[in-house]
């Protein structure tokens, strides 16, 4: 005869993460690391395009408490399996505070993120992967959000083309945007924009014509790290939509074992 499994109700089973702590050590953060669930995301061309996220969603935890109930946060994730935007994102980040009745609250949601890019030639379509992260924190009533994207592109060194006579080094990039916005933006505005202030931008598929094309455009626009940089910055600062950002370029250089970076980080008054 098999025994039947009895099973308690909630109310009667021992809630261990909420008993007392005497050892009187607040934690800063504490959660869910590296979780995949599938989102829904805006996209300006298509409406939205689903995607995998990877969501890292963290509160503090009080001195007096031994420890947070971490099956929340997947209760949370499962309930907004719908488009998210920066919106959303914020609602999401102000729930999770409330329901794990914390003070504060972090949630990072990483996503690859395609557009289809039409090659400049040949014009063939091809799908191009971007890496995003929307960023929350929550502390008390006040809420920020930030939209970290980062741009794969060309870039040509201005002292190789200068000093020598057959051709100039170039490399590929990765340019980081971390941005806050007080409006919309449309993660494609972001991206265009940084890609029209670098020597060439990338593509998924090129023909010989296209190869030609973007060799030739590279070398008629040649910069340094701290060129690009520059650039995006003062595109940035005249987009009255940003409040903040960060620009970082790092060119993985292809005559050294090292790579070339800069930064720069600015709020708007």
């Keep these: 005869m098999v025994q039947q499994a009895t099973y308690t109700a909630d109310s009667q089973i021992a809630d261990v993460q909420n008993s007392a702590d005497t050892r009187r050590m607040p934690i800063n953060k504490v959660g869910i690391k590296d979780v995949r669930h599938p989102v829904r ?69 990483t996503f690859p993120y395609f557009i289809n890019k039409q090659a400049p030639v040949s014009k063939v379509k091809s799908l191009l992967d971007y890496e995003v992260t929307l960023i929350g924190e929550r502390h008390g009533d006040v809420s920020t959000t930030l939209i970290k994207i980062v741009v794969p592109a060309t870039s040509l060194c201005p002292c190789s083309k200068k000093i020598s006579e057959r051709g100039a080094h170039n490399q590929r990039s990765h340019i980081t945007v971390t941005l806050r916005t007080k409006d919309f933006v449309w993660i494609e505005e972001i991206i265009e924009l940084v890609e029209q202030e670098v020597s060439c931008e990338l593509y998924g598929l090129l023909k010989r014509p296209d190869e030609k094309f973007v060799t030739e455009k590279a070398y008629d626009n040649p910069k340094f790290v701290e060129d690009i940089v520059r650039d995006i910055a003062l595109r940035f600062n005249q987009d009255e939509r940003i409040t903040s950002y960060v620009v970082e370029s790092e060119n993985f250089e292809s005559i050294h074992n090292h790579s070339a970076y800069a930064l720069i980080e600015h709020t708007k008054e």
């Design 41 to 109: 995301v805006k996209d300006r061309s298509e409406g939205e395009q689903s995607t995998i996220a990877h969501f890292n969603m963290y509160v503090n935890l009080p001195h007096n408490y031994k420890g947070t109930h971490m099956s929340r946060f997947i209760e949370i994730l499962n309930t907004h399996e719908r488009e998210i935007s920066v919106t959303s994102f914020g609602g999401m980040l102000k729930e999770m505070v409330e329901r794990l009745e914390a003070e504060s609250g972090h949630i990072e949601m």
